[in-house]
Every structure is written in structure tokens, then in C-alpha cells.
């Protein structure tokens, strides 16, 4: 039968040529692990593009366009962990079966998850370029949003890109905990408890720092009522 428009486009064959065959797999299970990081990649993927574009766009001034793109960036890295939650319904040893299948494979040679972690800090020249223009620290902006809404907007879009970064390399910590443990090492010799260090790791430490000082600039009052623009 001849191949559909879709087939074509998508590449049906190809794509679906890619796993194991069950009679190939280690386990019942090796197919859904194959999947579900194959699925990851795609994801990185995107993320990497929109990335690219978003970097492009602030270069070029296109605040509003940024932030578009971070927005997407940001929306599949809060979905990735609910693609890697399906790998819990694997057991623990039968994931090990997989596990020796990878040789001495790991996830941290993940060229997708690698590249985001080397292209997050990159986006922070071309937004301090945009705040400099405007003669703004970070504090001011927070202070002046509605006479500079665009550039807080994309502030808010990067704080949320770190913390979103954050959020899923905690949450692959804890599906490693369920799956191998902490107190192991990987198959590459790297201890687990690694995975920890980090996700610590900061893209944009001064736009955390910044709410900080917001805080410290405020004060306290008991007389509390809307905090107007500064008007720098």
C-alpha cells in the first residue's frame, strides 16, 4: 500500500525503525526507556531552537518576540518531567537489566540536555545589553515595570527559564533515586549525589540576587498599599 502524505512527512518508517525490536531488547521494558528518551531529545530539540531564536530577537530588539520564545522554551521543560515520570513504571530491576544494556552509557551525555545547560548563561549578554541601553540595574526595572513592562517581562521570562532548569534537573535527581539510588555511582564512575551539586547550578545568579534586593529596598511597613513606579 502506498504511503500516506503523513507517512511522509513524519517519516513513520524511519522514525519507527529506531527502537529496539523486541527481539533485540534486554527486557520487556527496554523499548518503553528507548522511547521515552528519545522523546527527551526531541524536546531538547526544540528548546535549543527556541533558544537560538530567542537570542536573535533581543540582539535585534525584539523583546516581545523573545519572550514568545522563551515562553516555549520554558512550557516543554515544564512538561519534561511528566515524560520521564513514565520511566518509574519500570522496576527498579528491570532497569537495571537496561542500564548494563547502555554499556557505559549515562544520561549525562544527553547532547540535547548538554547543549541547553551550555546555551542557558549565553542569553545574558544580549538581555544586559538591553537593560544597559536603557540606563537600568535590575533593581530599577523591578521598581519602574510599567514604564519598562517589555524588558520586566523578559526578565520574568528568564528567571522563569532558571527556574524551570532548576526544577527538572531536581526532579531527575528523584527519579534516580527511585530507579538506582543516591548512595551509587553512575556508570560512568560518577556518583550520584553529583546530580545534586547541580541542580544548584544558576543561569542568571544577579536576576536572583535582584529580588533579593528588591526585598532589602522595600522594607517593611504596617501600613501597607501598592508600590508605585519609581519613574527613573
Same mark, same amino acid.
Given at each position: 500500500?502506498a504511503?500516506?502524505?503523513?507517512?511522509?512527512?513524519? +517519516?513513520?518508517?524511519?522514525?519507527?525503525?529506531?527502537?529496539?525490536? %523486541?527481539?533485540? &531488547?534486554?527486557? #520487556? %521494558?527496554?523499548?518503553?526507556?528507548?522511547?521515552?528518551?528519545?522523546?527527551?531529545?526531541?524536546?531538547f530539540?526544540?528548546i535549543? !531552537?527556541?533558544?537560538? =531564536?530567542?537570542d536573535?530577537?533581543? *540582539? %535585534?530588539?525584539?523583546?516581545e $518576540?523573545?519572550?514568545?520564545?522563551l515562553? *516555549?522554551?520554558?512550557?516543554?521543560?515544564?512538561?519534561?518531567?511528566?515524560?520521564f515520570?513514565m520511566?518509574?513504571?519500570?522496576?527498579?530491576? #528491570?532497569?537495571?537489566?537496561i542500564?548494563?544494556?547502555?554499556?557505559?552509557g549515562?544520561? !549525562?551525555?544527553s547532547?540535547?540536555?548538554?547543549?541547553?545547560? $551550555?546555551?542557558?548563561?549565553?542569553l545574558?549578554e544580549?538581555?544586559?545589553?538591553?537593560?544597559k541601553?536603557?540606563?537600568?540595574?535590575l533593581?530599577?526595572?523591578?521598581?519602574n515595570?510599567s514604564?519598562y513592562? &517589555?524588558?520586566?517581562q523578559?526578565?520574568?521570562?528568564?528567571? *522563569?527559564? #532558571?527556574?524551570?532548569? =532548576?526544577?527538572? *534537573?531536581? !526532579?531527575h535527581? =528523584?527519579?534516580v $533515586? $527511585?530507579?538506582?539510588g543516591? +548512595?551509587?555511582?553512575?556508570?560512568?564512575?560518577?556518583?550520584?549525589?553529583?546530580?545534586?551539586?547541580?541542580a544548584k547550578?544558576?543561569?542568571?545568579?544577579?536576576?536572583? =540576587?535582584?529580588i533579593?534586593?528588591?526585598?532589602d529596598?522595600?522594607g517593611?511597613?504596617y501600613d501597607?498599599?501598592p508600590?508605585? #513606579?519609581?519613574n527613573?
Amino acid at each position: 500500500m502506498a504511503k500516506t502524505d503523513y507517512e511522509k512527512y513524519i +517519516n513513520t518508517d524511519e522514525l519507527l525503525a529506531l527502537q529496539v525490536t %523486541e527481539d533485540e &531488547a534486554s527486557c #520487556d %521494558e527496554e523499548m518503553t526507556f528507548q522511547v521515552i528518551h528519545q522523546i527527551s531529545e526531541l524536546h531538547f530539540k526544540l528548546i535549543i !531552537q527556541y533558544i537560538h =531564536q530567542a537570542d536573535t530577537y533581543m *540582539r %535585534e530588539g525584539g523583546v516581545e $518576540r523573545a519572550v514568545e520564545k522563551l515562553n *516555549r522554551v520554558n512550557m516543554h521543560l515544564e512538561h519534561l518531567p511528566a515524560v520521564f515520570d513514565m520511566v518509574k513504571v519500570i522496576s527498579p530491576r #528491570d532497569y537495571h537489566t537496561i542500564r548494563l544494556a547502555l554499556g557505559r552509557g549515562s544520561g !549525562q551525555d544527553s547532547p540535547g540536555f548538554n547543549e541547553i545547560l $551550555r546555551l542557558g548563561p549565553t542569553l545574558w549578554e544580549p538581555f544586559e545589553a538591553l537593560i544597559k541601553k536603557e540606563n537600568l540595574s535590575l533593581l530599577e526595572l523591578h521598581e519602574n515595570k510599567s514604564s519598562y513592562f &517589555a524588558l520586566f517581562q523578559l526578565m520574568q521570562t528568564l528567571t *522563569r527559564f #532558571d527556574e524551570c532548569f =532548576q526544577s527538572f *534537573r531536581h !526532579q531527575h535527581i =528523584q527519579l534516580v $533515586r $527511585r530507579m538506582i539510588g543516591l +548512595n551509587t555511582k553512575s556508570l560512568k564512575g560518577v556518583p550520584a549525589q553529583m546530580l545534586e551539586r547541580g541542580a544548584k547550578f544558576e543561569f542568571y545568579p544577579h536576576l536572583w =540576587q535582584a529580588i533579593s534586593d528588591l526585598t532589602d529596598a522595600t522594607g517593611t511597613s504596617y501600613d501597607p498599599k501598592p508600590l508605585a #513606579d519609581k519613574n527613573k
